[in-house]
T-cell receptor
Framework: NAGVTQTPKFQVLKTGQSMTLQCAQD?????MSWYRQDPGMGLRLIHY???????DQGEVPNGYNVSRSTTEDFPLRLLSAAPSQTSVYFC???????????????FGQGTRLTVV | AQSVAQPEDQVNVAEGNPLTVKCTYS??????LFWYVQYPNRGLQFLLK??????LVKGSYGFEAEFNKSQTSFHLKKPSALVSDSALYFC?????????????FGRGTSLIVHP
């Protein structure tokens, strides 16, 4: 199994540009999420989804949009990139048993985004 | 609201010595607790978890953690550290908060094992 696949691995954007970070998982997990990792800040939740057609905001959602049209895919869109969005982005998925998050998360390898 | 604290930004230990990476948490209900490891330029990998039952949990690569409800702690331990254990370690907690079990991660602790 491939697990959680993120593309691209690296990206440089100019301020104001838009782009989509792709995330796909092949484990039939209901729960998927996006985090950003910044030095000294740990992982901060951007958006999450508990199933196809259902998304919700996390701790730092501003400037990002998500959709979940299929169980497998959970893309993250930056509408108008800003230097403050320079970060490493991780997608994660996990199996949710009746909504309880008592199973571990599987992470992608990350996307290192620089906004200049 | 739930929260998790990793009080040490960095832990230094000599190879062969025991190691401890600390984690404390705050939740309003019963917690689900996790440890993850991140090697440079990689995503997080699951090490171990506490859901219920025995307070001592054993995980991958010889790591273990002890759930202490009275001290609201879940410290990660290993009897004998290896240089290859050097990495960034994250503690995470999940509980029924606001109607859903969304996990919260700590800020991470950098473990450096010296030869």
């Amino acid at each position: 199994n491939a697990g959680v696949t993120q593309t691209p691995k690296f990206q440089v954007l100019k301020t104001g540009q838009s782009m989509t970070l792709q995330c796909a998982q092949d484990m039939n997990h209901e729960y998927m999420s996006w985090y950003r990792q910044d030095p000294g800040m740990g992982l901060r939740l951007i958006h999450y989804s508990v199933g196809a057609g259902i998304t919700d905001q996390g701790e730092v959602p501003n400037g990002y949009n998500v959709s979940r049209s299929t169980t497998e895919d959970f893309p993250l869109r930056l509408l108008s990139a800003a230097p403050s969005q320079t970060s490493v982005y991780f997608c994660a998925s996990s199996y949710s048993i009746t909504g309880q998050m008592n199973t571990e998360a599987f992470f992608g390898q990350g996307t290192r985004l620089t906004v200049v | 609201a739930q929260s998790v604290a990793q009080p040490e930004d960095q832990v230094n230990v000599a190879e062969g010595n025991p190691l401890t990476v600390k984690c404390t948490y705050s939740v309003s209900g019963n917690p689900y607790l996790f440890w993850y490891v991140q090697y440079p330029n990689r995503g997080l990998q699951f090490l171990l978890k506490y859901i219920t039952g025995d307070n001592l949990v054993k995980g991958s690569y010889g790591f273990e953690a002890e759930f202490n409800k009275s001290q609201t702690s879940f410290h990660l331990k290993k009897p004998s550290a290896l240089v290859s254990d050097s990495a960034l370690y994250f503690c995470a907690v999940s509980s029924l908060s606001g109607g859903s079990y969304i996990p919260t991660f700590g800020r991470g602790t950098s473990l450096i094992v010296h030869p």
